[in-house]
């Protein structure tokens, strides 16, 4: 009787093992998981793809947009609302849809507030806003550098020049995607005695960094010829490898003012603009982090240096007859980019909902009865008698 019973009990195991088995509801879909991961790495790969390496920077000259009280100290209340020509202006930042907005001759921190909310539905914030006083105490207000991004600071501080004639900058590390970078808005304000040579000394300090180390270095700047007594910046581009990214002045630009945008050698800007809307100077450019791509656009661009060059010398007159190349269009706009990718997301959400519907269809299906194993053969149940 012991004997046959844990029989019994054995057959009952290995029965209730086999349907456990076979039942394809109790079955976990390794080919749904594999699916699934390989939408998700598609997904994030071409979201990494659709913004890539490049990061869009503005320079935003708010000089034209501020009209500064009379006196330093005024309050809250008597501080003028944003323009008509400044609401204009962030109707076209709007369109940039820039990662990072660095902004001269601001206000205060209120100013750049206002522009935040101006730019809505995108979420800026204020990396950092000076708080420079004038050089003469009769002075106006002293007109600030401000950061603006759409992605939060690390690090951020501001300090005036230590010449004492009015003006200095605002720094923000910032991180992008999976870049950091550096971010100088710089605000010139008279002649120049030793700002770029502080410039210089702030960048060589940071480059020190042994946590949060910045990659690569952005520069903008505004003010007036006085103040650069430097043009074209010679130090920066001779000791920290710099390029100036700003496409020329409009000739409808003020004579009197002096504006860059530089990049260092981390950096290549791919692409650039202006746009002058109701007096306000917006400068972008899109910067390339990649280095393979970096390396390839230096080599292209040197290619053609030296094919102007060769058009230039004596006897070349049918090469220097030759049209230049035509611009490269502007890149496609981000809000395309987005549209698209998201397309392609709901895509392989619909079929991934098909296929998991059809599993658990084909998981609702009644598995083929299993026989005991003792009725195999054509055997029947075991008796329970018991020989007398």
Known sequence: MDFRAAKQSRERKALKSLRHSADPARR????ARTFVSAALALVLVLSSSSRGETVRVTRWDLRSANPAPAVTNSPAATRPALGAACLEAAAVVKQLQPDVLLLQHARDWQMCGDIAQALRPADYHISICSALNPAIESQRAQPQAAILSRHNAYFSWSAPWRSKTGGGYAFAAIQVGRQR????????????????????????????????????????????????????????????????????????????????LLVDAGGLAVWSQTNTV????????????????????????????????????PGAGALAAAPPPAPAPPPPSRSVLWWLMAALLVSLTLFGLLRVLSWRKAAHTSPPALLPLHAEGGRGAPSCETAG
């Not at 976990?28 to 080919?31: S, V």
């Not at 390029?243 to 002096?258: H, K, L, T, W």
């Open 28 to 31: 976990t879909p390794a080919g």
């Open 181 to 260: 970078l550096g971010f100088f808005s710089l605000q010139l304000e008279g002649r120049d005695n030793g700002c770029e040579e502080q410039l210089l000394e702030q960048l060589n300090s940071i480059k020190r960094w042994e946590a949060n180390r910045v990659q690569s270095f952005v520069v903008g700047a505004a003010g007036t010829p006085a103040a650069g007594g430097l043009p074209g910046w010679p130090r920066l581009v001779r000791e920290a490898a710099f390029e100036d990214a700003c496409p020329p002045v409009p000739p409808n630009r003020s004579p009197s003012s002096f504006e860059s």
């Open 278 to 313: 109701s007096g306000l100077l917006l400068v972008t450019c899109d910067i390339e982090l990649d280095p393979v791509k970096i390396t390839a656009a230096r080599a292209v661009r040197l290619a053609e240096l030296e094919r102007r060059l060769e058009s230039t010398r």
